[in-house]
């Protein structure tokens, strides 16, 4: 069983960062993608930054290109989200999640494992 617990949430003014993290325990196959995903109430959840092969591969949504930044330390069992120039836009609930099978990477139905979610507001 994998559990993911997200942690890093919080309001912080338009172009401020903020860094989110999930520590993943259980066993996820190195080869497989941990996910950031984001979903507000009026909207479907995207995903917007991905981390595969054992913290090697890097992916990004255009929403978030150039700005964000997912990285992997396998030694402590976490992945980071590095939010940097925030935008009012940004505002969601962010959940890690996890997959033990390949697909697009941003595809939500590929992933079985969920956090509970960290709350970001960016406001002006």
């Known amino acids: 069983q994998v559990q993911l617990v997200e942690s890093g949430g919080g309001s912080v003014q338009a172009g401020g960062s903020l860094r989110l993290s999930c520590i993943v325990s259980?066993?996820?196959?190195?080869?497989?993608?941990i996910t950031w995903f984001r979903q507000t109430p009026a909207k479907e959840r995207e995903g917007v930054a991905a981390?595969?092969?054992?913290?090697?591969?890097?992916y990004y949504s255009d929403s978030v290109k150039g700005r964000f930044t997912v990285s992997r330390d396998n030694a402590e069992n976490t992945v980071y989200l590095q939010m940097n120039s925030l935008r009012i836009e940004d505002s969601a609930m962010y959940y890690c999640?996890?997959?033990?099978?390949?697909?697009?990477?941003?595809?939500?139905?590929?992933?079985?494992?969920w956090g509970q979610g960290t709350q970001v507001t960016v406001s002006s």
């Open positions: 981390i595969c092969n054992a913290g090697r591969t890097p």
């Open positions: 999640a996890a997959r033990t099978r390949g697909g697009y990477v941003f595809t939500e139905s590929t992933y079985v494992y």
């Open positions: 259980g066993y996820t196959p190195p080869g497989n993608c």
